[in-house]
T-cell receptor, first 113, second 119 residues
Framework: GAGVSQTPSNKVTEKGKYVELRCDPI?????LYWYRQSLGQGPEFLIY????????DSGLPNDRFFAVRPEGSVSTLKIQRTERGDSAVYLC???????????FGPGTRLTVL | GDSVTQMEGPVTLSEEAFLTINCTYT??????LFWYVQYPGEGLQLLLK?????DKGSNKGFEATYRKETTSFHLEKGSVQVSDSAVYFC??????????????????FGKGTLLTVNP
């Protein structure tokens, strides 16, 4: 079956611009996570959705970052006024919830010039 | 807070060599432990896991044992192959109560270890 998909695979933008990154989880997965992976580092947690609601957004670095999941399936991570330090690979993962395995998408590589 | 420290790479081995990648953790709570692998050009995949002390996770010839007394979860394989070349991440998850009584099972990762196996 289809895995987690993320679009775009690559995004290049200029400092100060707004970007949206999309995640399509595996069908039926109620839990959705966003992580950010900087060069040479492991993924770091950003936000967790259970259904439509953001159950834990404690990993978002500041108020320029926001994410939604309006129908409990597709999620969009939104970054306002991008900065060069936002450059990273943004990963999405979904699961059936609880301690079930998280399945990761291929990531979106964001480059802020 | 929770953290994972894993052996820095890169690690370069010859085919059929023995592999150990060390991983230790700090957690406020009782974590589940994981090894994830990222093959070139692919996304992160779960390799193996262990959910309680003394459990051994195994998959594709890889093994790791949950050692609570030493807070470790070292990855081992007796005979590596060229196809094992990848980046390996140790990770933990501790159930956190959040918001309106829900729970977060987020993963906390180490920095990753690049393994290259030469023929």
């Amino acid at each position: 079956g289809a895995g987690v998909s993320q679009t775009p695979s690559n995004k290049v933008t200029e400092k100060g611009k707004y970007v949206e990154l999309r995640c399509d989880p595996i069908s039926g997965h109620t839990a959705l996570y966003w992580y950010r992976q900087s060069l040479g580092q492991g993924p770091e947690f950003l936000i967790y959705f259970q259904g439509t609601g953001a159950a834990d957004d404690s990993g978002l670095p500041n108020d320029r970052f926001f994410a939604v999941r309006p129908e409990g399936s597709v999620s969009t991570l939104k970054i306002q006024r991008t900065e060069r330090g936002d450059s990273a690979v943004y990963l999405c993962a979904s699961s059936l919830g609880g301690m079930n395995e998280q399945f990761f998408g291929p990531g979106t590589r964001l480059t802020v010039l | 807070g929770d953290s994972v420290t894993q052996m820095e790479g890169p690690v370069t081995l010859s085919e059929e060599a023995f592999l150990t990648i060390n991983c230790t953790y700090t957690a406020t709570g009782y974590p589940s432990l994981f090894w994830y692998v990222q093959y070139p050009g692919e996304g992160l995949q779960l390799l193996l896991k262990a959910t309680k002390a003394d459990d051994k996770g195994s998959n594709k010839g890889f093994e790791a044992t949950y050692r609570k007394e030493t807070t470790s979860f070292h990855l081992e394989k007796g005979s590596v192959q060229v196809s094992d070349s990848a980046v390996y991440f140790c990770a933990l998850s501790v159930t956190r109560i959040v918001g309106r009584g829900g729970s977060n099972y987020k993963l906390t990762f180490g920095k990753g270890t690049l393994l290259t196996v030469n023929p």
